[in-house]
């Protein structure tokens, strides 16, 4: 009797895995979910089979929650069954989940496949009026009609043969302390603005709703916009925010803000859109581009600091759901020759990604599958890499998961995944904290926001080992603070005191956050149901509980 759970020879059972399920597929992909037992750490053991019969797959997933699927052929059958996996003994679900993964697009019979060349948005063989073909489309000024820039290319918009900040590609660069991303040698080509292209913004082109003065954009590809002094004022005065939107990037500006910094009578705002050439050298392995390259210029540029917040739509870019969590925007860094990761806060419900405060320049939107050697076979190599892929550490070969975890290597990664505002000019607020060392800005963030308080001598220990109560005590008062919502499903998990058989021994201080993050189902515990509140944490457990924590922050905030 698997019910609840089943006692054979004195031992508690668990139950199997309910509601394995398939949650999304693609068309070489397909993403499983179940719902874990509450209270119990044990790995799930999945089996696949394919439309032949006979197992394909076969492995134990110590993540619960999901497993992502890939490398399967479109259009094909696939069942799974799954099962908790205990003492060498596996409790399987009584009924398996089948499932088929996209078919290939056909010979254009359904509308969202248009198969080969049937789309009226693929030219096929040059007869789309959109593309120019032989260079007749009017938005495509061919070879030096631009009037803003020669014909051999030395435009500032970064055209032609690339003097511009997506001519050259990223080159060969060398490994430095803003080095995160694509240093392949890649080309980037950026389409130049037709003359006629330019757009003179007013308050009759625009869409006021819910604060916002929305200028739509029919295509971003090569546009200019002209927002003059008292139009920006006019809008800050409402204050509204303004955005240029063309569906696929939304550029935002504080008017109020930009109108104060102004020194010209207008704003010239120019965007070139550019492709990853399909010359040259690929990316390297652990970068892959999801969308195209945009070059965004403001004439004149912003003096009392950066104006733009950028926001990319990579619904389009067909990024399987496991993917979402290592993607990044990045920006070219011309004088180092190579892509520089700027951040990027991921929404999963709109399938967004943006950025704010960044001067202007030219970014793409990258996932990164970081290496790192002492994670084969461990049981936290997903949530690792999904942090490594947000850049919370400097790049290293290793990660050492089963170190003991410090207070302030966490604290550093807590505060990069809540985003958290700088501090203030107060100085460091730790005497044992020099400023420029290791996190001590994310420290004294922290401190500033009210997540740290030092220990009793008043020092913040940031090599000290933390316990597991303290790291789920400060996970868990950041829930408490407000800074991150929970959603109702995770507020249904069971009390702290009946998932851990230890509760008692969590000391009376660590009680309230350890309760809100056991409530809001981020904590897993050991074997078990056992807590073991007062042991050290290792960074693989810290890395793990931060990526719970991360997708509650995507998912529902």
């Known amino acids: 009797d698997y019910s609840g759970k089943a006692s054979l020879e004195g031992e508690t059972l668990p139950v199997p895995p309910a509601g394995l399920e398939v949650k999304e597929r693609g068309f070489t992909w ?19 089979s394919g439309a032949a019969g006979g197992v394909e797959l076969d492995l134990l997933l110590e993540e619960p929650g999901f497993y992502l699927d890939e490398g399967l052929t479109p259009g094909c059958t696939y069942t799974y069954r799954g ?12 009924e398996g989940v089948t499932a088929a993964t996209l078919a290939p697009p056909g010979d254009g019979d359904d509308p969202d496949q248009p198969g080969e060349g049937e789309d009226p948005g693929d030219p096929g063989e040059g007869e789309d009026s959109d593309d120019p073909g032989t260079g007749e489309d009017p938005l495509e000024p061919g070879e030096g009609q631009d009037p803003d820039g020669p014909e051999e290319g030395d435009s500032e918009d970064g055209v032609g043969n690339g003097a511009g900040p997506g001519g050259k590609g990223p080159g060969s660069g060398k490994t430095g302390e803003k080095d995160r991303g694509n240093r392949s040698g890649r080309e980037v080509a950026a389409e130049r603005p037709a003359p006629d292209m330019v757009y003179q913004a007013d308050f009759a082109d625009m869409t006021l709703q819910d604060g916002c003065a929305l200028v739509q954009l029919e295509d971003l590809a090569a546009a200019r916009v002209r927002l003059s002094r008292e139009l920006l004022g006019s809008l800050g005065e409402l204050e509204q925010q303004l955005l240029l939107s ?10 109020a803000r930009v109108a104060a910094d102004l020194t010209g009578a207008e704003l010239d705002l120019r965007v ?20 195209g390259i945009y070059s965004i210029a403001l004439d004149p540029e912003p003096e009392a600091g950066p104006w733009l917040d950028l926001e990319f739509n990579y619904d389009r870019a067909g990024v399987p759901p496991g993917e979402e969590a290592r993607l990044g925007i990045y920006r070219w860094d011309p004088d180092g020759g190579t892509w520089s990761y700027v951040g990027g806060k991921v929404d999963r419900s709109r399938r967004v990604i943006r950025v704010q405060a960044v001067p202007p320049g030219t970014y793409t939107v990258m996932s990164y599958s970081p ?12 949530p690792v890499e999904v ?22 290597d966490f604290t550093g990664w807590l505060v990069k995944i809540l985003s958290l505002p700088p501090a203030g000019d107060a100085g460091q607020p730790f005497p044992d904290v020099k400023a420029g060392e290791g996190y001590a800005a994310e420290i004294a963030a922290a401190r500033e926001a009210g997540l740290v308080t030092g220990r009793p001598d008043g020092a913040f220990h940031p090599a000290a080992a933390m316990t597991r109560q303290e790291l789920a005590h400060l996970v868990g008062k950041v829930l408490l603070e407000g800074m991150v919502a929970v959603d109702q499903e995770r507020e249904l998990w069971a009390p702290a005191g009946e998932q851990f058989v230890d509760w008692e021994q969590v000391e009376a201080w660590a009680q309230p956050g350890v309760e809100a993050a056991a409530a809001a ?32 922050v995507e998912k529902v905030n």
């Open 30 to 48: 397909l993403r499983l979910g179940w719902e874990p037992v509450v209270g119990e750490d044990l790995p799930l053991r999945l089996q696949r």
């Open 83 to 94: 099962g908790f996996h205990w003492e060498e003994e596996t409790y399987w679900e009584e």
């Open 246 to 255: 063309s569906g696929e990037v939304i550029i935002a500006l504080e008017p």
């Open 272 to 291: 070139a859109a550019g492709v990853w050439e399909d010359s040259g050298p690929a990316p390297p392995a652990s970068y892959r581009p999801v969308m």
């Open 371 to 382: 290496l790192i050697t002492d994670l084969e076979n461990h049981w936290a190599r997903q």
């Open 387 to 408: 942090l490594a892929s947000r850049h919370l550490w400097p790049r290293e070969e290793g990660f050492r998961p089963q170190d003991p975890l410090g207070r302030g």
């Open 521 to 552: 189902g981020l904590l897993t515990g050991r074997a078990q149901g056992e807590l073991h509140p007062r042991e050290p944490a290792t960074r693989a457990e810290g890395a793990a509980l931060l990526a719970r924590l991360l997708e509650l």
